[in-house]
């Protein structure tokens, strides 16, 4: 037997709430995930009138809860047909960014590239609200996308030209322009673009309403509906949209809640 596997085999005997073989990290703050051990009975789990997503690890039945990057501080509500359950959500301390960017018109955009982006924005949504049935038997391990070094930008307030703008929803891996992005687990392609904001863009559905997302991309490598298996070459870093350098936006959408992609890794 091999290390590896023993420490896997470890980690499922000797599980605790906050380490599993497979599931997401747990971390109850805004933008983290909330792995709630739930009874067998329980059929139906909704959050924020939107279908969470139901799991089994060794023999136990979770409730993998997306907590959305704009959830206050205290206790908050997730709905079951059995009865609710409180989560008490942390406060946590995200980073501020301030960008300087060459090209206003990616601070204020002109009233026709705002309605470009409020279709794309409209057809992103779509995707996030979609709740497909699972193909797994466990929940899938993840994979990082691309290899580079994290920022730890996930959260970050920001502010362009001096201006709020909406929380960064999704983790930068700064790479150079060609370098293979990879499904970082099974899914379909649902979604493919090329968007004001985001650039060239791919989304991949996992499953129950388990959506990624990668962007600024040179090249994208598949299609809407094509299958792709983890690892799988789906794209090439690149640098399009509004960035600042070449870079892969990888971001992870859990019932509509745009989540922490780091939290998905095996620590
Ligand atoms: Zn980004």
Same mark, same amino acid.
């Given at each position: ?33 909330? #792995? ?34 704009? &959830?206050?501080?205290?206790? #908050? ?24 960017? /060459? ?53 970050? /307030? ?42 060239? &863009? ?36 690149? /640098? ?28």
């Amino acid at each position: 037997m091999t290390y590896k596997k023993l420490l896997t085999l470890l980690s499922i005997c000797c599980f605790s709430s906050s380490s599993f073989a497979f599931l997401p990290q747990n971390s109850l703050r805004a933008g983290g995930i909330a #792995v709630l051990p739930i009874s067998e009975d329980v059929q139906q789990v909704s959050f924020q009138n939107m279908p969470v997503l139901l799991t089994h690890e060794a023999q136990k039945k979770y409730a993998i809860v997306g907590i959305p990057l704009s &959830t206050p501080v205290g206790s #908050v509500k997730v709905d079951t047909d059995q009865g609710p359950i409180h989560l008490d959500i942390q406060p946590y301390a995200y980073a501020e960014q301030h960008i300087q960017l /060459k090209d206003q018109s990616f601070v204020e955009p002109s009233a026709e590239q705002l309605a470009r982006y409020k279709q794309e924005a409209e057809e992103q949504q779509r995707i996030y609200h979609s709740f497909t049935p699972s193909t797994w038997n466990s929940f899938p391990r993840f994979i990082a996308p691309t290899p580079g070094k994290f920022s730890n930008s996930f959260g970050r /307030k920001r502010f362009f030209n001096q201006e709020a703008r909406a929380p960064h929803s999704g983790l930068d891996i700064p790479a150079p322009v060609g370098q293979k992005v990879v499904a970082p687990a099974n899914g379909t392609v649902v979604g493919i673009g090329d968007y004001f904001f985001n650039g060239k &863009t791919i989304l991949v559905d996992h499953g129950q309403g388990l959506i990624s997302m990668f962007c600024h991309l040179s090249e994208i490598d598949v299609t809407v509906g094509q299958h792709v298996i983890q690892g799988e070459r789906i794209g090439l870093v690149g /640098k399009t949209g509004r960035v600042t350098g070449p870079h892969l936006h990888w971001g992870m959408s859990l019932n509509d809640a745009r989540v922490d992609p780091q939290l998905f890794l095996q620590k």
